[in-house]
């Protein structure tokens, strides 16, 4: 059974930059993100293949950027631009393109000021 460990989220202002972090134990196939804002269904943000095949939400696209260490079992998001519309916890899945089958534990963004 996978296991996804998530980090790097937390407080920044408008315009500023975050990366997380999701580590996998096990095979993985996709890797990505989906996000839930309070009072929001979650959303898709984006997802990684294992050939580097990327998919963004309209939203973060030009402001995200997902990638991946095969050698670590590890996909990156840099978010870079960020909005307080991007606040949300954001959630790391593993699964077959945009459908997850494994969560992470879910990281806290918050863009104010």
């Known amino acids: 059974q996978v296991q996804l460990v998530e980090s790097g989220g937390g407080l920044v202002q408008p315009g500023g930059s975050l990366r997380l972090s999701c580590a996998a134990s096990g095979s993985i196939f996709t890797m990505g993100w989906y996000r839930q804002a309070p009072g929001k269904q979650r959303e898709f943000v984006t997802f990684i293949t294992t050939n580097g095949i990327t998919q963004y939400a309209d939203s973060v696209k030009g402001r995200f950027t997902i990638s991946k260490s095969n050698t670590e079992n590890t996909a990156y998001l840099q978010m870079i631009n960020l909005k307080p519309e991007d606040t949300a916890v954001y959630y790391c899945?593993?699964?077959?393109?945009?459908?997850?089958?494994?969560w992470g534990q879910g990281t806290q963004v918050t863009v104010s000021s």
């Open positions: 899945y593993s699964g077959v393109l945009v459908a997850p089958t494994v």
